[in-house]
């Protein structure tokens, strides 16, 4: 004969099991204390008091899981990957742009030299002299 303590255990153990399999029923999915307890429909202190093994077992579980249920182990792998791609892709933008900013200063200064050229050759007459010797 099933007693209220091990239908509250048996709830627990599914709750546990539910919540590393990503698939929570009655909480947000979050491997915590309360969210174990709503998922497994009782009070908290039920768990840290009566049941103290399952909610250790439960923190056990959820730190070799590193704190992510088993299935979405894959998604942090790809958030991971992701992170680094996006790093790389920030200093490679970084270093394009220092490229950009010494490539505006040098148009900028051969720009400059071009308008002084340009100014000098003006002030002289446009008009070029034959040579008079005729051998």
Not at 10 to 29: C, F, K, V, W
Not at 113 to 128: F, G, I, K, M, W
């Amino acid at each position: 004969m099933a007693t209220d303590r091990d239908a509250e255990r048996e709830a627990i153990t599914a709750a546990i099991q539910r919540l590393l399999d990503g698939r929570p029923t009655r909480s947000t999915g979050a491997l915590t204390t309360l969210q174990l307890a709503a998922e497994a429909g009782v009070k908290r202190w039920v768990l840290t008091h009566k049941h103290v093994d399952l909610k250790e077992e439960s923190v056990r579980r959820k730190s070799e899981a590193n704190g992510i249920p088993p299935a979405f182990q894959h998604l942090r792998a790809r958030a991971v990957d992701a992170e680094a791609v996006a790093r790389t892709l920030r200093e490679d933008n970084d270093r394009l742009r220092e490229r950009v900013a010494v490539y505006a200063q040098v148009i900028h200064e051969l720009r400059t030299e071009l308008d002084r050229r340009t100014d000098n050759n003006t002030q002289r007459s446009p008009v070029r002299g034959l040579p008079t010797s005729v051998t």
